[in-house]
């Protein structure tokens, strides 16, 4: 019989803290998948999550389905296209199938965030942009984090 020793990471040394801005958690993780009812309602049924939210044509959308759950804080959004002629959403799942599209976090200061990964060389895909509704407003970036081919 083998045994393997594993060594615990510690994280008491985290490096020097950052001038401005910090991130503060993981917000949801965006899945792009060929039905988005049947992925949220699998998980719902199977794994305990329980429906947040939803977009879709009786919310005024008339391309894509977006189906959000939770368990605790987690939170994991559901897209897929209502017509097949969706290029973005069609090639990605052709290429890739059902999967995991975006990883989002909450931060403080997301101008200094933006500007340290920039000078870091990260590619910035979308600049910051604000978002408003009758419940305030948020601010959104996208930074890429993986060579897409």
């Given at each position: 019989?083998?045994?393997?020793?594993?060594?615990?990471?510690t994280y008491t040394?985290?490096?020097?803290?950052?001038?401005?801005?910090?991130?503060?958690?993981?917000?949801?993780?965006?899945?792009?998948?060929?039905?988005?009812k049947q992925a949220a309602s699998y998980y719902c049924t199977r794994l305990g999550f329980k429906p947040l939210a939803y977009k879709g044509l009786e919310t005024g959308s008339r391309k894509?389905?977006?189906?959000?759950?939770?368990q605790n804080k987690i939170v994991f959004i559901f897209v897929s296209a209502y017509l097949p002629g969706n290029r973005e959403l069609g090639d990605h799942l052709v290429q890739h199938g059902d999967g995991v599209k975006d990883v989002s976090f909450a931060v403080e200061d997301l101008d200094s965030i933006l500007q340290k990964a920039k000078e870091r060389g990260a590619k910035v895909l979308r600049d910051i942009w604000e978002e408003s509704d009758e419940d305030g407003t948020v601010r959104f970036a996208k930074v890429q984090t993986v060579s897409e081919k």
């Open positions: 019989m083998a045994f393997r020793s594993f060594s615990m990471t040394d985290k490096g020097p803290k950052p001038e401005g801005g910090r991130f503060v958690n993981f917000d949801h993780v965006t899945f792009w998948v060929g039905n988005a894509i389905a977006s189906h959000v759950v939770h």
